[in-house]
């Protein structure tokens, strides 16, 4: 069965850096190419927001609120989508969930992302 785990979140400083990873299992041969790979985050008493998308063919969209600062990737090789992020602000904390999405849909667990002083 697919599996998506999250990584790499944490507490950081505003104007800081975070570098979320998403490991994929359970996706054979050549597959994962079909998959279309994105972030969300939800804050707490808000609902679920989408915030960046990759296809197979490294075609990327990113919300407006984070257009410019974040960077979503991905390794083909190691089934593996990232998330790049950039002079955090407070508004960006949350918990960031990935998503796989092809015939299905697929959620990690998440990862907590904080931006404090």
């Known amino acids: 069965q697919v599996q998506l785990v999250e990584s790499g979140g944490g507490l950081v400083q505003p104007g800081g850096s975070l570098r979320l990873s998403c490991a994929v299992s359970?996706?054979?041969?050549?597959?994962?190419?079909?998959?279309?790979m994105s972030w969300y985050r939800q804050a707490p008493g808000k609902d679920r927001e989408w915030v960046a998308d990759?296809?197979?063919?490294?075609?990327?969209n990113y919300a407006d609120s984070v257009k410019g600062r974040f960077t979503i990737s991905r390794d083909g090789v190691k089934k593996m989508v990232y998330l790049q992020m950039n002079s955090l602000r407070p508004e960006d904390t949350a918990v960031y969930y990935c998503?796989?999405?092809?015939?299905?849909?697929?959620w990690g667990q998440g990862t907590q992302v904080t931006v404090s002083s």
């Open positions: 359970g996706i054979y041969g050549n597959r994962f190419n079909m998959f279309t």
């Open positions: 990759i296809t197979g063919s490294d075609s990327t």
């Open positions: 998503n796989g999405r092809w015939l299905h849909n697929y």
